[in-house]
T-cell receptor
Framework: KAGVTQTPRYLIKTRGQQVTLSCSPI?????VSWYQQTPGQGLQFLFE???????NKGNFPGRFSGRQFSNSRSEMNVSTLELGDSALYLC?????????????FGDGTRLSIL | AQSVTQLDSHVSVSEGTPVLLRCNYS??????LFWYVQHPNKGLQLLLK????ATLVKGINGFEAEFKKSETSFHLTKPSAHMSDAAEYFC??????????WGAGTKLIIKP
């Protein structure tokens, strides 16, 4: 079974631009979560989507948004990029629903802002 | 409020010696607990999970963890460290609403 796939792996942007990151979950998984990881702040939860609806949201500004499609694939968008948005963005999928099944992670997208 | 504390930000061991990475949680509920590993420039990989079955949980790559309710701990161990174990390890608690609470991570350094 294929794992979680994130594209692109690396991205370089400049301040003020916007970016879209993509995540394809494991087949059959309906929940997709996004995280931002930086050396200073560690792993921070952005949001979770389940059945095309945002189910949970972390404490990030409105510049960070996402969506999920009917095939469970998810995209994350960051507008008006700032230097501080440089990070590893991780996507994780799980079966979803109310259960204690673990999340499975992709290798991430490394975003660098110049 | 629930929380997860990884007691060491860095742990350094020699190759072939035992590994102990400590994790304590704070909760009044029976938790689900996980350990993840992250190698440089990679995503997080699930090592093992505790979901109220056996208290000693075996994971991949020779790791295991013991759930001790009386101590609210879920420490990760391995009898003999390999160079390939050098990575960052995260202890994760799942609360009663199935939300994940992440520890700050422990960097494991393996000395040759």
């Amino acid at each position: 079974k294929a794992g979680v796939t994130q594209t692109p792996r690396y991205l370089i942007k400049t301040r003020g631009q916007q970016v879209t990151l993509s995540c394809s979950p494991i087949s059959g998984h309906r929940s997709v979560s996004w995280y931002q990881q930086t050396p200073g702040q560690g792993l921070q939860f952005l949001f979770e989507y389940f059945s095309e609806t945002q189910r949970n949201k972390g404490n990030f500004p409105g510049r960070f948004s996402g969506r999920q499609f009917s095939n469970s694939r998810s995209e994350m968008n960051v507008s008006t990029l700032e230097l501080g948005d440089s990070a590893l963005y991780l996507c994780a999928s799980s079966i979803g629903g109310q259960n204690n099944q673990p999340q499975h992670f992709g290798d991430g997208t490394r975003l660098s802002i110049l | 409020a629930q929380s997860v504390t990884q007691l060491d930000s860095h742990v350094s061991v020699s190759e072939g010696t035992p590994v102990l990475l400590r994790c304590n949680y704070s909760s009044s509920y029976s938790p689900s607990l996980f350990w993840y590993v992250q190698h440089p420039n990679k995503g997080l990989q699930l090592l093992l999970k505790y979901t109220s079955a056996a208290t000693l949980v075996k994971g991949i790559n020779g790791f295991e963890a013991e759930f001790k309710k009386s101590e609210t701990s879920f420490h990760l161990t391995k009898p003999s460290a390999h160079m390939s174990d050098a990575a960052e390890y995260f202890c994760v608690y799942m609360d009663s609403n199935y939300q994940l609470i992440w520890g700050a991570g422990t960097k494991l350094i393996i000395k040759p």
